[in-house]
């Protein structure tokens, strides 16, 4: 039966698993570099990862493959037995091999390796064992070693999967930011999870409609405008011409910014203190569109126009939270 023992049990198995990734985190240096530069070579010319262990170390390299393919990296698992009955038809000359052995002399890469090799593929293996025979056999060798596993008998591997794993994750998203890799191009690899779906969005089912925002003309006076910001709960006030068209943008922060300098503000009129030709999105544009504009242009409010430069709606960054963009 479950005790408080059990907790401090529990607690050990972490605090053992903590401690070797602050071991691994100590090692990170020269060969991590070689690895993501060897690994964005390929990359580049075409290549992609195919990641190969047997056992646990197996199971943590399909987690691996499965993290890179997802973050934009082309990645693939080749089953060691299987590679030597024909499935080494995978391998192409401008790939990479990531190979994981914690001992570094697993019998079944150790016939495989030697064929990969003879391609002409560089390998880059993660091991526990850096003078093991694999190691050897490498062009570069991430070591990932733990003092002990969290097992009580220190058999089973737990330290040193969590070590692999966690180095797999470190690979991936060095070179997840090393290519510009962007919630867009997440959305698109994930079309059905909750970020990939409210990403792929179109945007007018993120934006507030016209009928929800203050819409003004260039001889509306800022205290009007600022009294239909209040009343719709809105971030900003749309500033339209004659002819419908977007004229421009005032803000509640324009405001604050302004009074702080003319107490009188609230006279004059949107034409002399808005913000002309404001960035805008057209409809039909897909919610990640709006989030890569609001991050790179790091506004507050977005104007959604139509094909005739009419706004139709606002994007307001506060909103992005609703539908779980930021």
Do not use: W
């Amino acid at each position: 039966m479950a005790t408080g023992r059990s907790i401090q049990q529990a607690r050990r198995v972490l605090d053992i698993e903590i401690a070797a990734l602050r071991r691994v985190r100590r090692r990170l240096g020269p060969t991590f570099l070689q690895a993501i530069r060897l690994m964005q070579q390929r990359l580049e010319n075409g290549g992609k990862i195919i990641v190969t262990g047997i056992g646990k170390s197996g199971h943590i390299g399909h987690k691996i493959a499965s993290t890179l393919a997802s973050t934009g990296t082309t990645s693939v698992t080749l089953d060691p037995v299987d590679a030597v009955h024909g499935d080494l038809g995978v391998v192409a000359r401008k790939d990479l091999i990531l190979v994981l052995s914690y001992s570094g002399n697993t019998d079944e890469l150790l016939r495989v390796v030697p064929l990969i090799k003879r391609q002409g593929v560089p390998i880059l293996v993660m091991t526990g064992n850096p003078r093991s025979n694999l190691a050897r056999q490498s062009d570069v060798v991430l070591d990932v070693s733990v003092d002990q596993e969290a097992c009580p008998l220190n058999l089973a591997p737990t330290s040193s999967t969590t070590a692999m794993l966690a180095m797999g994750d470190a690979l991936a998203m060095v070179l997840l930011q090393s290519r510009g890799f962007r919630r867009e191009d997440f959305a698109q690899l994930h079309p059905a999870g909750s970020i990939g779906r409210d990403l792929l969005l179109p945007v007018q089912e993120i934006m507030r409609p016209r009928k929800s925002i203050p819409i003004c003309t260039v001889k509306t006076s800022v205290a009007k405008a600022l009294s239909q910001i209040t009343a719709k709960r809105c971030g900003a006030a749309i500033v339209v011409d004659a002819k419908e068209k977007l004229a421009g943008i005032y803000t509640h922060g324009d405001f604050v910014r302004g009074f702080q300098k003319d107490a009188a503000i609230g006279k004059r009129t949107l034409a002399s203190v808005m913000t002309k030709r404001p960035i805008t999105i057209s409809l039909g544009s897909l919610a990640a569109k709006a989030l890569h504009i609001f991050e790179t242009h790091r506004i507050e409010d977005l104007v959604v126009v139509d094909a005739a430069h009419r706004p139709v709606g606002l994007v307001d960054s506060q909103d992005l939270t609703r539908f779980r963009l930021l």
